[in-house]
């Protein structure tokens, strides 16, 4: 495993045509590839102004291996290939060219990647009713999924009817010349909505509704969202896009695009090595791009009474960003309080709850700051998956100043003790257990002893 790419005379070139490309995330998504698979291969964009045909032919005769293509190119380009895969003629538009002895051939990656998405969160779309909600080139990709994953009905809903019938006519011819495709497309307009059956549904946000400040939705009834199971926005930034706050707001799972956008990456680096890519390694991508796009996670260890949830609370106000206290999350998800889980299962249930809680975090969270409890470094996989979330910073205290924080406080069931000199005794202990996991998990130590909340928020931020 390489930590840094180097480029010599055998290097491999990967690109990307479109206009613009200047914004890209492909190169994180490739290059992080290439790297932790220690292959020898470099992945650039190409700003490609006009004549892509040209672009593409020229890029066959210097080598390179594969490329990606973006808007506005994606049918244009087309002209240029020996061969396209039948779902990418059937969607119209590629998005990923793979070097053959004549040429390119080309693949649109987007709907398996969205496919691919969907099934890491255990969604099928077979016998199922999919609402899609607009109805430009995203939407027919995913029409063209549900299509051949077997969906029974699919509702799709535009501002003018017209584009919908366009679309659904198009594709279900296709699909009529398709061995196994069952399903039908039925186009409304978005003004028609109470027509689709309130059965429960696969809701997919296919519009640019939710890109600015300020974006409604499509449809605004809430009615019309109750019946969806499960929704997808193809927006991934924001995090949370309108369409996802409506559905969260009735407790119905949902995600934004990024997962989408991370698999027909992947997908497309399957297509040009021929290399199956791990699920720790998507996972190791997928993290590095939420980092990338909504800004990192800043996790606060340490023992306890070192001012983890006061400052960062503090901190999380300064910066603009999310508070969230494991321990607390914990308590409201157990529907008790850490004592009460201590004393009627004992610490390693509470150990495990902790566990489980980080996995989940370390899939759905981001720009946060989050204060854990004292005991979460303890095990090895929770260190691991602490600077997987984000930049873990150890508030660390004296032995003697955790004393003077801590010994007037009931609710730490590991610090009961008869007396005050037992209580030293076992924090002392403790403090010297713990250091080295600590020190392990940690890439930042803040010394807090004698330090007020506003000074220790100061040295955080120098940091």
């Avoid at 291969?41 to 066959?60: H, I, M, N, S, W």
């Avoid at 990418?88 to 998005?95: F, L, P, Q, R, T």
């Avoid at 939710?210 to 926005?233: K, R, T, V």
Wanted: aromatic share 6%; hydrophobic share 40%.
């Amino acid at each position: 495993m390489r930590t840094q790419q180097k480029i010599t005379g055998t290097t491999g070139v990967l690109g990307l045509i479109g206009n613009p490309v200047r914004h890209t995330l492909s190169p994180l998504i490739h290059n992080t590839i290439s790297e932790e698979l220690g292959k020898d291969l470099v992945y650039v964009p190409f700003q490609a102004e006009e004549d892509p045909v040209t672009a593409v032919r020229g890029a066959y005769h210097l080598g390179i291996q594969g490329l990606n293509v973006t808007v506005p190119h994606k049918t244009a380009v087309m002209e240029a290939l020996k061969e396209i895969d039948p779902a990418a003629k059937m969607i119209g538009a590629v998005n990923t060219l793979v070097r053959t002895e004549q040429g390119y051939k080309g693949y649109n990656t987007d709907m398996p990647g969205l496919g691919r998405a969907l099934k890491r969160r255990g969604i099928s779309l077979r016998n199922q009713q999919l609402v899609v909600l607009g109805a430009g080139g995203a939407s027919r990709a995913v029409c063209t999924l549900a299509l051949l994953e077997g969906a029974k009905e699919i509702y799709l809903l535009n501002r003018t009817k017209e584009r919908a019938e366009k679309i659904a006519s198009e594709l279900m011819d296709t699909a009529a010349r398709t061995k196994g495709v069952v399903g039908r497309i039925l186009p409304l307009s978005a003004s028609e909505y109470e027509s689709v059956p309130r059965n429960p549904s696969i809701f997919v946000q296919c519009t640019s509704l939710g890109l600015h400040e300020g974006d409604g939705l499509l449809i605004e009834d809430d009615n019309f969202y109750h019946m969806a199971e499960y929704g997808f926005d193809l927006i991934y930034n924001p995090a949370v896009t309108p369409f996802m706050k409506k559905l969260q707001g009735f407790m119905i799972p949902c995600d934004n695009g990024l997962t989408m956008l991370l698999y027909q990456g992947i997908i497309a680096y399957e297509l040009w090595t021929k290399e199956s890519i791990p699920d720790p390694l998507a996972d190791l991508v997928l993290n590095r791009l939420e980092r990338q796009i909504y800004g990192e996670n800043i996790i606060l260890v340490g023992y306890m009474g070192s001012g983890k949830s006061t400052v960062g609370q503090a901190l999380a106000k300064e910066r603009g960003m999310r508070f969230l206290d494991t321990d607390a999350a914990i308590e409201e998800a157990e529907g008790c309080s850490i004592r009460e889980i201590f004393e009627e299962r004992g610490e390693k249930a509470f150990r495990d709850l902790e566990t489980e809680y980080l996995r989940r975090l370390k899939a759905t969270t981001v720009n946060t700051v989050i204060a854990t409890g004292g005991g979460i470094v303890l095990r090895n996989e929770n260190r691991e998956l602490l600077k997987r979330t984000g930049r873990v910073i150890w508030l660390k205290a004296s032995a003697e100043e955790t004393l003077s924080r801590v010994k007037s406080d009931t609710g730490r069931p590991l610090l009961d003790s008869a007396s005050e000199a037992e209580l030293a005794g076992k924090i002392e202990r403790m403090l010297r257990e713990r250091t080295p996991a600590y020190g392990a998990a940690a890439s930042d130590i803040i010394e807090t002893d004698g330090k007020t909340v506003p000074e220790i928020v100061r040295g955080i931020i120098k940091e």
